[in-house]
């Protein structure tokens, strides 16, 4: 591996902006929770936690956010965690900020704080993204859980024709705001609700000839305007190649994104895709893990060929310093069952294996669903967003009697 940088305390710091306590909704940079982070030169960054309170029930998880986070910074080889408790003025203020983001939440993303999003990226086009997306979304729903998937290849939108989604996307009135209702597909016991350009336009054969502030913009509203509900365990983005105007509007809204870089065997490939995992060091994000797509090819007979190479997926996870999360062979199946909407994960063959192993991987060690068991704040939370719904919805029928009285009287 090439020699790294050394992070700076700073640089740290701003990588638990992406650790989020699940109990109050926000991260715990901003909550007043992280007091500091320190490096020294055997390369243990000792991270100072302030808990709202010692016997905090989601201890355990918060641990584990911050040792993923902070581990996976390139020059970093352990984490030690300080905890301390904070004083009850610190308490109120970092409830006071929960009570505050909470009742601004809509304006900032429609995506609940108990939600782990993961950008699903790649360095070039052709390596399969779309494809591993949809299978993956498909199966963690099989294993019950409610996943959204967030189609920002804006140009090259596939996810509704591989998940076998056709229609327009509905609406409805929060107030005097509009949001968007995702299409929803019932797979195994879970669900999966999608949004795409392709759900908009009148035809998928429609080319948008849109440039980097419009394409950001239309993202955002993904982000910011769609109702994806409370019960949403993972959302998977379907991001764009490359590293640009997206990727970057992503990055700011969503600071605790976790990101999985598709590769293939192929060292070009390989190369490519190193630019999208510096990219996510860069904007502070914690790189997950690498899939390997298009590993191998089998051939009847049994005899397996590697067509594009070998190698490439663990080259990436190393330079990364990330693990290979899975190697999807080569099989006609995945791209039969993305071309009629049936993902291939729902059959027997090999390749649906691998992508049920993914979802494996991904829930049990990579990126796992949030805890909220015992949250005693989280249903402080949910009472706010139910207060906050029902001020919103008195609002309006006072608003739409003053209307009536106006008329009324002009009558």
């Known amino acids: 591996m090439d020699h790294v940088e050394r992070p700076s305390p700073d640089d740290l710091h ?7 306590d699940p109990e109050l909704g926000s991260d715990i940079v901003e909550l007043g929770m ?22 905090c029930p989601l201890r355990a998880q918060i641990q584990r956010d911050i040792k993923s986070r902070i581990g996976s910074v390139p020059g970093v080889n352990a984490v030690k965690i300080e905890w ?22 809509p304006e900032q993303i ?23 997306t949809a ?17 920002a290849d804006v140009w090259g939108f596939s996810i509704p024709r591989m998940l076998g989604l056709e229609g327009r996307l509905g609406g409805r009135l929060d107030g005097e705001r509009k949001m968007m209702i995702p299409l929803e597909r019932e ?14 336009v009148e035809d998928e054969k429609t080319a948008l000839m849109w440039r980097g502030l419009m394409l950001n913009r239309g993202v955002q509203h993904f982000l910011q305007d769609v109702d994806w ?69 089998t051939c009847g007979h049994g005899e397996s060929y590697a067509l594009f190479g070998s190698g490439g997926g663990a080259a990436l996870a190393e330079d990364a310093g990330a693990p290979l999360l899975g190697q999807i062979p080569i099989e006609p199946l995945v791209s039969a069952g993305g071309d009629a909407g049936e993902p291939e994960v729902l059959g027997d063959s090999p390749a ?23 949250c005693s704040a989280r249903t402080m939370i949910n009472a706010l967003l139910v207060a906050k719904a029902k001020a919103d919805a008195e609002a309006k029928a006072d608003a739409e009697a003053l209307a009536q009285t106006e008329l009324a009287a002009e009558a």
Do not use: W
Request: proline fraction near 4%.
């Open 14 to 20: 701003q990588m638990l902006r992406g650790v989020i």
């Open 34 to 55: 992280a007091r500091g982070v320190q490096l020294d030169d055997e390369g243990t960054a000792t991270v100072t936690i302030a808990l709202t309170t010692s016997g």
């Open 84 to 105: 301390t408790e904070m004083t009850q003025a610190e308490k109120s203020r970092a409830m006071e900020r929960a009570r505050f983001n909470v009742s601004q939440r």
């Open 110 to 132: 429609s995506v609940a704080p108990t939600t782990k999003v993961v950008l699903i990226a790649s360095g070039k086009g052709g390596v399969g993204k779309s494809s591993v």
């Open 135 to 151: 299978n993956l979304a498909a199966a963690l729903a099989m294993r019950g859980l409610n996943v959204g998937v967030l189609d």
């Open 187 to 200: 797979i195994g016991t879970g669900l999966v609700r999608v949004v795409s350009m392709g759900l908009l």
């Open 229 to 297: 509900g409370d019960d949403l365990d993972y959302l998977l983005v379907d991001m764009p190649p490359g590293t640009g105007d997206v990727q970057m509007g992503v990055a700011k809204l969503v600071p605790r994104a976790e990101v999985i870089v598709v590769t293939t065997p192929a060292v070009a490939a390989q190369k490519v895709a190193t630019r999208a995992v510096s990219m996510s060091r860069k904007s502070f994000l914690r790189v997950a893990g690498v899939v390997e797509n298009m590993s191998t090819f």
């Open 352 to 374: 649906a294996q691998a992508f049920r192993d993914l979802a494996e991987r991904i829930v049990s060690e990579a990126i796992p669903p949030a805890e909220l068991a015992g």
